[in-house]
Structure formats: C-alpha cells, structure tokens
C-alpha cells in the first residue's frame, strides 16, 4: 500500500520520573518533558508508515514545529497521534496532537523524509572516518 494523505499513527507512554522535564534538563520540574512529548510524536508518525515501507527503507524527521500547552504529572498516561496531510514523494507531513487523560497537552506539525536505510548510515559513518 502506498504512503497516502490520512494514514494514521499511535503511540503511548505514562508519565514517570524518567521522562519528566527534570530528568531530562529541559526543565527543573516532574512534569512530562517537552522533549519526551516531541519523541511520542516522532514515534506515532513513524508507527503510521512503518508496515508500509519497502523493505531496507526507514524514515527520519526532518523537522517539527510544535506548541506544549498543558503540564502533565508524573503517574497520568500520555498519548500522541500522527496522521499525515501531505505527500511529496519521499517528503511526508504529518499533523501531530499529544493528549493526556485530561485532553490535549500539544499540538504541531512534523516532517519526515524516506530514505534507503543502508545508504543513510553508510553517509552517517562516513562523518566518523573522516574525522
């Protein structure tokens, strides 16, 4: 099946010490980190398209533009849907909301491009044989 406009992505985690704004330094509080909610929502983009890449074929973000509106505590579960509004080729983009039992905590919009995984890695690695 070809990647289309709609296809739709889940993923979910609950709120523990480890993911909280203060573990992660992108803040002094135990409240779920914006950084943890942006990898939540890189993760349901990429669980919308994974069965449907060819095989040796990934994906990677290429950028992501997202507000974080509302605090969660640590104990609460936290969710994050993907679904994609556009398809250029291999460029995808997906529209992204982060909620947690209480209703949405974030919204934006994330890019991914798909790439052939071996010759991405092989260029990655060639920055480290070259340094």
Same mark, same amino acid.
């Given at each position: 099946?070809?990647?289309?406009?709609?296809?739709?992505?889940?993923?979910?985690?609950?709120?523990?010490?480890?993911?909280?704004?203060?573990?992660?330094?992108?803040?002094?509080?135990?409240?779920?980190?914006?950084?943890?909610?942006?990898?939540?929502?890189?993760?349901?983009?990429?669980?919308?398209?994974?069965? /449907?890449?060819?095989?040796?074929? &990934?994906?990677?973000? #290429?950028?992501?533009?997202?507000?974080? !509106?509302? +605090?969660? =505590? $640590? @104990?609460?579960?936290?969710?994050?849907?993907? /679904?994609?509004?556009?398809?250029? &080729?291999?460029?995808? #983009?997906?529209?992204?909301?982060?909620? !947690?039992? +209480?209703? =949405? $905590? @974030?919204?934006?919009?994330?890019?991914?491009?798909?790439?052939?995984?071996?010759?991405?890695?092989?260029?990655?690695?060639?920055?480290?044989?070259?340094?």
């Amino acid at each position: 099946m070809p990647l289309i406009v709609g296809m739709k992505g889940r993923c979910e985690t609950v709120v523990t010490m480890e993911n909280t704004a203060a573990a992660v330094g992108s803040g002094l509080l135990p409240v779920f980190g914006t950084p943890m909610m942006i990898g939540l929502m890189e993760n349901a983009a990429v669980n919308a398209i994974e069965k /449907e890449l060819a095989p040796g074929e &990934g994906s990677v973000g #290429t950028s992501i533009d997202i507000t974080h !509106d509302a +605090a969660t =505590p $640590i @104990g609460m579960k936290v969710w994050a849907e993907a /679904e994609i509004t556009a398809v250029d &080729g291999r460029a995808l #983009t997906f529209s992204v909301t982060a909620f !947690d039992e +209480a209703g =949405p $905590i @974030g919204k934006g919009i994330h890019h991914r491009f798909i790439i052939n995984s071996e010759k991405f890695m092989a260029k990655a690695q060639q920055k480290a044989a070259s340094k």
